[in-house]
Every structure is written in C-alpha cells, then in structure tokens.
C-alpha cells in the first residue's frame, strides 16, 4: 500500500471532535496556564435560576482570568503569580532592587503560599524606609508591566458582554489592576469611569447605582499605584465607616454577584472585609461562580463547598477557550430578559379596561415577578383612563 491510500484509510479525526481542547493537545500546559486556539465547545445549558436574572439585578466581580483572555499578550495578566514575577523581572531591568533581593523575591513567589503577602513585602523594599508611600519605584515597575495596554487588546469578546450588561443596569467591580475594560468601554464611546474605595463620595454613588459605567477597583489601580491596597489595614477608614459599609454588604444582601474570571476571590481579604464577615446567614444567598472543570472530583466538592456561601458554581467548560464565548452567550440570555415594569406596561394597556392586579397576576403566573411598586391593594383596582 502506498502512502496516498495509507493516508486516506485512515480518517483523520480532529482533536476537538475527540472533546479534547487544541491549544492543550499543541501545548501541554500552556504558558502562563493560558490557551488561545479558537473552538466550538459544545452548546451548555445556563441554570434558569440565572439566566432569568434582570440585568440591574446583578452584580460583576471581575478576576484576572477576564484580563487574561482579553489580553494574552501581557504574561502578567494571566494570574496573581504571573503579575509578581512580571514586577520582579522589571524591577530587576530597571536595577530598583538589588540582585540578592530579587533572587529571595523569586524563591519566596515559587516556595510562599501567600501571594499577598509577598506583594505587600515587594512593595515596601521599593518604598521609602519612612513608610510613606510616594516616591516608591513599585510604581515604575507597574507602568512597564502594564506599558500601552490598550494595544494589546486582542480578544474583546468578554468584555463586549460585560458592556452590554453594564448598559442594562449590572453593576461591576474587580480585583485586578488593570483597565482594560475602561480602555475598551472608552473605545466604544462610553462614559467609563475607574473608581476605588479612597473616594466614599463615589463609591456611595456607584453603590446606590448612580454610577452605569463605573468599575470600582477594590484593590486600586496600576495607574494610581499609592492607592493600591493589598490587605484590609489599608482601608481602615473604609471599613470603619458604617455608611459605606452598610452601602456596600448591603449589595451582597440584595444583588446576586456573578464571579467571572475568579479563582480564589473568596479567599481575598479585601473582600472577605468588604462583603462576608458581616453578613449573615450566606447559604440563603444566590450568587454564582463560573469555574473551569479541571477535574470531576475537585469541582464537585468545590460546587458543595460554594454553596454553603450561598454560591452556585457552574462550569463554562474543561478547557480555557470556551470562556469568552460562554460569557457572550450568558449575556446574550440575561439582557434577552425584559423589564418587568414594561412587561407590565404592555400588558396592561393591552388589556383596555383590565385592572392592574390582574395584569400583574397574569405576568407572575408567567413566571415573571414584578417589582413591588407595581403591586395594588387586594382591595384596591385602578383603570387607566
């Protein structure tokens, strides 16, 4: 048998027809735990109890996993670790720290279990002995880790998806450095605004939804590095203030957070201050979790656990590239929902002379709820005239 007919006995059967992800079947792992090949992921279903959410009635917390889709071509993006050994390296070619540090910073990021802590200690070696936070060179090391990044935007797609829940009322706030979100809202012609928890004015504005298309940055922004907050020491004022706090546990209380492009974000001190320690009874919350499925076991006693904090876990899929396309088509769901107020609108002048408690019971037996301003008396029917 000759090479041609060889070749075509043996049907060629594509890796993802085999269910396996092609950027992991070309490079096993992929740096920095990220993979760029473009696939079709089979169609998932969405859990109801989410995709029927109104947007207005969600609330995004935005991890490193959205920077590193959007932007694959900054290392640092790709995960809290990748970002320290990022500031190293630059810290190193700038010569702002001495060789024997940089070699004990590289140990303890490979060997330390907390990240936050090394970070805190990187930072303060390139700070003044004083303590005082201006001048340091942590800063410098930033804007060379983060130079020009609005020219490495190479996969919008989730943040495009971000942005059309944000017109529709959702609420945004993240734990990463970076704007790049803002830079592409920017592009878009919205008015985006970066905002962090050193300005309560703002925050309460964003808070009370007054803010559409502001993204509050809890830990502050690489362009602000002295506003940049790595434990809850930083934000005494903020968390000492029962305004602002009841403002903002109260969002936890009343939206349902959707955890895109997070990893250990329940673990992060910021917002275990900000959001968990002072609310209570969790399990009667419902907010969600998209996670990749790494493992059977791992993720179903990770799905258990969540819920406990009244999280529901879901999975967009085992391989990394299935993540912009499932957040596009989550969002293409949610902002699918309409406003109840204007289903109960068309629903009422439709009607003629129908009183508006019917309409509104004819809309909940449909599955639809309908804010309370909306509802009558029992005893009580209006005619629109």
């Given at each position: ?45 969405f859990l109801k109890s989410l995709i029927r959410k109104q947007p207005q009635e969600l609330l995004l917390v935005i991890g490193t996993g959205v920077s590193a889709a959007v932007a ?26 001495h060789p024997g540090d940089v070699a004990e910073f590289r140990r303890k990021v490979t060997k330390d279990g907390d990240l936050l802590v090394v970070a805190h200690d990187l930072i ?262």
């Amino acid at each position: 048998m000759n090479m041609k007919s060889s070749a075509q006995a043996r049907p060629v059967v594509s890796v993802a027809a085999q269910g396996v992800c092609p950027a992991r079947a070309m490079l096993d792992p992929p740096p920095h735990g990220c993979s760029w090949a473009p696939v079709s992921p089979l169609r998932r279903k969405f859990l109801k109890s989410l995709i029927r959410k109104q947007p207005q009635e969600l609330l995004l917390v935005i991890g490193t996993g959205v920077s590193a889709a959007v932007a694959p071509g900054i290392p640092a993006l790709c995960s809290w670790r990748s970002c320290i050994e990022a500031v190293i390296e630059a810290a190193e070619q700038l010569e702002v720290l001495h060789p024997g540090d940089v070699a004990e910073f590289r140990r303890k990021v490979t060997k330390d279990g907390d990240l936050l802590v090394v970070a805190h200690d990187l930072i303060r070696k390139m700070s003044p002995r004083t303590g005082d936070a201006k001048p340091n060179f942590f800063q410098d090391c930033l804007m060379e880790v983060f130079d020009d990044l609005e020219r490495h935007i190479q996969n919008p797609l989730v943040l495009q998806s971000i942005l059309s829940l944000m017109e529709r009322g959702t609420m945004v706030l993240t734990t990463n450095y970076d704007n790049l979100l803002e830079i592409f809202g920017q592009q878009q012609s919205k008015p985006m605004e970066s905002l962090d928890l050193k300005d309560k004015t703002k925050v309460l504005q964003w808070a009370r939804g007054n803010v559409r298309y502001g993204v509050l940055h809890i830990h502050g922004l690489y362009t602000d590095p002295c506003g940049m907050v790595l434990d809850p020491s930083g934000y005494k004022d903020v968390t000492q203030d029962p305004e602002v706090m009841e403002v903002l546990q109260s969002l936890y209380r009343t939206k349902s957070f959707l955890f895109v492009g997070c990893g250990e974000t329940l673990r992060d001190q910021i917002f275990q201050a900000l959001f968990l320690y002072s609310v209570p009874n969790k399990v009667d919350l419902e907010h969600y979790m998209l996670v990749l499925k790494e493992g059977e076991d791992h993720f179903f006693k990770h799905q258990a656990d969540m819920l406990l904090h009244g999280i529901k876990v879901v999975s967009y899929g085992d391989c990394f590239d299935y993540f912009p396309g499932y957040v596009q088509d989550l969002a293409t769901q949610i902002c699918k929902q309409r406003s109840p107020d204007k289903l109960f609108n068309k629903s009422f002048h439709l009607s003629g002379n129908a009183c508006q408690d019917c309409a509104k019971r004819k809309l909940e037996e449909n599955g639809i709820e309908v804010s309370k301003k909306l509802r009558q008396s029992d005893t009580e029917c209006k005619f629109k005239l």
